[in-house]
T-cell receptor, first 111, second 114 residues
Framework: TQLLEQSPQFLSIQEGENLTVYCNSS?????LQWYRQEPGEGPVLLVT?????EVKKLKRLTFQFGDARKDSSLHITAAQPGDTGLYLC???????????FGKGTMLLVSP | DVKVTQSSRYLVKRTGEKVFLECVQD?????MFWYRQDPGLGLRLIYF???????EKGDIPEGYSVSREKKERFSLILESASTNQTSMYLC?????????????FGSGTRLTVV
């Protein structure tokens, strides 16, 4: 069984602060995906990282895939209230037909 | 804009009722999935389908069944609804092929069984 542990579970910050969310596993994944889910909606794909050590930027969001492809991080610079939501990481592996999801990090950004 | 549409945003059903949750995608995706999402438990896979008339059990299939008669439509059926099936149900689809392809999710159906 593959598991993805996300930390922290909850994060409450003020607008303008920086933050990092972590996604860790003892298993190797062929790729990691990050999703954001707003209250009352389904998750929306933000990014897929495929290569060990890969870094992708999406405006103020920076995603990194660990060198060993067992972990990933999401860094948000100067958080805004619109960043509020549940951030989910999900691992894909060619040996498995479905994604493995972490339980998520709930982020609340207050004005 | 590509879409996964779930037929109901909110449903209230009585214990013992047979419940149908419908999901339609307009992206010609081969793979479709049903998850339930509960606080503290995350997303749990109920069933998925690779193609028309194909289905595979996920992690928690007990009490559920599915139907995929057309490529664009994947239905989740609660044979006899129970209160422990109160949850947010999410449908998703993706292209067939490498598992790296991302999922497109619907907006969810919040089901309450009373």
């Amino acid at each position: 069984t593959q598991l993805l542990e996300q930390s922290p579970q909850f994060l409450s910050i003020q607008e303008g602060e920086n933050l990092t969310v972590y996604c860790n596993s003892s298993s190797v994944f062929s790729s990691l995906q990050w999703y954001r889910q707003e209250p009352g909606e389904g998750p929306v794909l933000l990014v897929t990282v495929v290569t060990g050590g890969e870094v992708k930027k999406l405006k103020r969001l920076t995603f990194q895939f660990g060198d060993a492809r067992k972990d990933s991080s999401l860094h948000i610079t100067a958080a805004q209230p619109g960043d509020t939501g549940l951030y989910l990481c999900a691992g894909a592996n060619s040996g498995y037909s479905t994604l493995t999801f972490g339980k998520g990090t709930m982020l609340l950004v207050s004005p | 804009d590509v879409k996964v549409t779930q037929s109901s945003r909110y449903l209230v059903k009585r214990t013992g009722e047979k419940v149908f949750l419908e999901c339609v995608q307009d992206m010609d995706h081969e793979n479709m999935f049903w998850y339930r999402q509960d606080p503290g438990l995350g997303l749990r896979l109920i069933y998925f389908s690779y193609d028309v008339k194909m289905k595979e059990k996920g992690d928690i299939p007990e009490g559920y069944s599915v139907s995929r008669e057309k490529k664009e439509r994947f239905s989740l059926i609660l044979e006899s609804a129970s209160t422990n099936q109160t949850s947010m149900y999410l449908c998703a689809s993706r292209l067939g092929g490498p598992p790296n392809y991302g999922y497109t999710f619907g907006s969810g159906t919040r089901l309450t069984v009373v």
